[in-house]
């Protein structure tokens, strides 16, 4: 079985500030570790992912996560916080890639303060 | 190129009515996904389809239906609406199995 924890689910931060959005996930195997965004009224959208090799993976629109084993974690993070990122955001795992296997996390709104 | 697109945006059931969602695709995709979000909640997988003519059922099947007739669309179906379906669902399509899903916007259904 295979979960997912997305810390707060109400994040605000200041227009410019660093963007930590935590996830936590379990799973038997190793894992495929996704990021997703929804914009207002939007369809799910894929910011990026983990399969296998370097750890720390860079997506779109300037966000990264790094995958941390020893810690079962799978941070994204933004270094400087842009209006248009306010969002919901879902962390997502999968033991084998498979699209059909996907955990959602509950998901995490983001408000950018001006 | 239109993506995915769902139709329809929003309904409003009385309890024991049926309807159906449509999903389409323009991207010759053959994976199709019906989820369902509820508040607080991520995503839940109900049906898939794995190319045209093929269905299965996901983590949360029971009270839909759905058909894949063709490879472009993929319905899904409430015989007897619920209360407890009162959700948005969101359609998706891949290229295959591991390949980068792409959602619609969502249909917003509320059942009375």
């Known amino acids: 079985a295979q979960s997912v924890t997305q810390l707060g689910s109400h994040v605000s931060v200041s227009e410019g500030a660093l963007v930590l959005l935590r996830c936590n996930y379990s799973?038997?195997?190793?894992?495929?570790l996704f990021w997703y965004v929804q914009y207002p009224n939007q369809g799910l959208q894929l910011l990026l992912k983990?399969?296998?090799?370097?750890?720390l993976v860079k997506g779109i629109n300037g966000f990264e996560a790094e995958f941390k084993k020893s810690e079962t974690s799978f941070h994204l993070t933004k270094p400087s916080a842009h209006m248009s990122d306010a969002a919901e955001y879902f962390c997502?795992?999968?033991?084998?890639?498979?699209?059909?296997?996907?955990?959602f996390g509950s998901g995490t709104q983001l408000t950018v303060l001006p | 190129n239109a993506g995915v697109t769902q139709t329809p945006k929003f309904r409003v059931l009385k309890t024991g009515q049926s309807m159906t969602l449509l999903c389409a695709q323009d991207?010759?995709?053959?994976?199709m996904y019906w989820y369902r979000q509820d508040p607080g909640m991520g995503l839940r997988l109900i049906h898939y389809?794995?190319?045209?003519?093929?269905?299965a059922k996901g983590e949360v099947p029971d009270g839909y239906n759905v058909s894949r007739l063709k490879k472009q669309n993929f319905l899904l179906g409430l015989e007897s609406a619920a209360p407890s379906q009162t959700s948005v669902y969101f359609c998706?399509?891949?290229?295959?199995?591991?390949?980068?899903?792409?959602f619609g916007p969502g249909t917003r259904l509320t059942v009375l």
């Open positions: 998706a399509s891949s290229r295959d199995d591991t390949d980068t899903q792409y």
């Open positions: 799973s038997s195997v190793p894992p495929y």
């Open positions: 983990y399969t296998t090799g370097a750890t």
């Open positions: 997502a795992v999968s033991p084998s890639g498979s699209a059909r296997q996907l955990t």
């Open positions: 991207m010759n995709h053959e994976y």
């Open positions: 389809s794995v190319g045209e003519g093929t269905t």
